[in-house]
Nanobody, 118 residues
Framework: QVQLVESGGGLVQPGGSLRLSCAASGFTFSRYAMRWYRQAPGKERELVAAIGSIGISTNYADSVKGRFTITRDNAKNTVYLQMNSLKPSDTAVYYC???????????WGQGTQVAVSS
């Protein structure tokens, strides 16, 4: 059974930090690129960060560049999102996504809430 389980969300003040984790099971984690998406109330889901299957290549949305860092540990089947200098505009539900192009395959986690407020 495929599972992606996010954790680490919560309420933080502006300027604070959080580290999200996504633990994967039920598939060959090291063969999948991993992504973090977020969805704020009333807005479409947007891609925040992505990392290649072996952890070398990364990409970030312009809105989080220099503040967020995506990493992965293939030995632990886990991907992380370190979020620093958080802003109220970062408030959203954050989703973990596993993606593979050949053959095409995609999995989603259930999401974890991040709220940035004073």
């Amino acid at each position: 059974q495929v599972q992606l389980v996010e954790s680490g969300g919560g309420l933080v003040q502006p300027g604070g930090s959080l580290r999200l984790s996504c633990a994967a099971s039920g598939f060959t984690f090291s063969r999948y690129a991993m992504r973090w998406y977020r969805q704020a109330p009333g807005k479409e889901r947007e891609l925040v960060a992505a990392i290649g299957s072996i952890g070398i290549s990364t990409n970030y949305a312009d809105s989080v560049k220099g503040r967020f860092t995506i990493t992965r540990d293939n030995a632990k089947n886990t991907v992380y999102l370190q979020m620093n200098s958080l802003k109220p505009s970062d408030t959203a539900v954050y989703y973990c996504n596993a993606f593979r192009t050949t053959p095409k395959s995609e999995y989603w986690g259930q999401g974890t809430q991040v709220a940035v407020s004073s």
